[in-house]
């Protein structure tokens, strides 16, 4: 039986331009991850993937944002209801994550074994030379040559792909329960990407680290999870194991996302793409939110929004073609 490690609970983030105007960028989002698993949230820019996993982590505060309800369950507790200094225990220890631009994460004037070794010592009892040690050995299990080198550099002095292993070794470094890595390969090139991923995969297979992967790429996500959420302006559409949904993808914008994956040896010059974009945060349609880019819309699905239901035992789908 499997053991739930996270629960979010009709999470609701609102971004405010005054104290009575806001916009409502995520929308009653709920869902869970268990202990050990792997749990892709997919959809393109702007369907509020980094949202939640922000809201999540309570890291709105350099933003208009802010959680408005909802309930976020990590190990029993509500994350939502600790106080600073838990969240801060909290990050970087029990809860890791990774971001799309290691630059942007690591501090470009401190050298790598200073920050390794201050994360470490942040969340644990080690001493500073075994903190040091720790640091080089994770460093060395990221696939890192010569770690007591590179622990020497600063982040300037590192390529892409390092500086992503480095915010690898960093994330991991206090055993985690829950990764967040947001966009980690969409930076890098396509090998360095693959290298990276088969390192979270061991990472995760050997530590037994529950992953929230947050990706526009549905590729790295038939790589890497057992479970998929798909998000649509600021909403869940669908939700399902990942072979059931490349399999028999149920909602309109889960199809077009996988109809727009290039096919190896298809034959087909020209992918299809969605028309359209993602609607503005301040301009949501009324009724289905996808309606203005569905080729299925009928008059009610412009007129009252459906909820997500479940399709089969193991699919979640959020349209009035499956309800
Ligand atoms: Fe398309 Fe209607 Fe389904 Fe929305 S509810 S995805 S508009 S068919």
New binding site residues.
């Given amino acids: 039986m499997s053991e739930k490690l996270l629960e979010v609970k009709n999470l609701r983030t609102e971004f405010f331009s005054s104290k009575k105007s806001s916009v409502v960028a995520i929308d009653g989002v709920s869902f869970s991850l268990d202990k050990g698993e792997i749990v892709g949230l997919v959809g393109e820019s702007g369907c509020g993937k980094s949202v939640t996993s922000l809201s999540i982590m309570q890291l709105l505060k350099d933003t208009p944002g802010k959680v408005t309800n909802g309930e976020v369950i990590f190990e029993g507790k509500d994350l939502l209801k600790a106080s600073k200094k838990e969240m801060l225990d909290i990050r970087g220890g029990r809860i890791s994550m990774i971001f799309q631009e290691p630059m942007s994460s690591l501090n470009p004037s401190m050298r790598i074994d200073k920050q390794l070794i201050e994360g470490i010592r942040l969340h644990t009892d080690l001493s500073k030379e075994q903190a040091r040690e720790r640091a080089a050995k994770m460093l060395s299990q990221v696939g890192i040559p010569d770690p007591p080198r590179v622990m020497k550099n600063y982040p300037h002095q590192l390529s892409g792909g390092m500086s992503q292993r480095v915010m690898i070794a960093m994330a991991m470094s206090c055993d985690p329960q829950l990764l967040i890595a947001d966009e980690p390969t969409t930076a890098l090139d396509v090998t360095i990407q693959a290298q990276i991923l088969e390192l979270m995969k061991k990472i995760q297979q050997e530590q037994g680290t529950s992953i929230l992967l947050i990706t526009h790429d549905l590729g790295v996500v038939a790589e890497m999870c057992s479970r998929v959420i798909v998000m649509y302006a600021g909403k869940i559409?669908e939700e399902a194991p990942v072979e059931i949904l490349f399999g028999n993808p149920t909602?309109?914008?889960t199809q077009g996302l996988i109809a727009s994956v290039p096919k190896l040896g298809s034959g087909v010059k020209v992918l299809p793409s969605i028309p359209g974009s993602v609607p503005d945060l301040s301009s949501m349609p009324t009724?289905?939110?996808?309606?203005p880019r569905?080729?299925?819309?009928?008059e009610?699905?412009?007129q009252k929004?459906?909820e997500l239901t479940q399709v089969n035992d193991r699919q979640k789908c959020?349209?009035?073609?499956?309800q």
């Fill in positions: 559409v909602h309109p914008y009724g289905c939110r996808f309606a569905c080729k299925y819309a009928t009610k699905c412009s929004e459906p959020r349209c009035w073609l499956k």
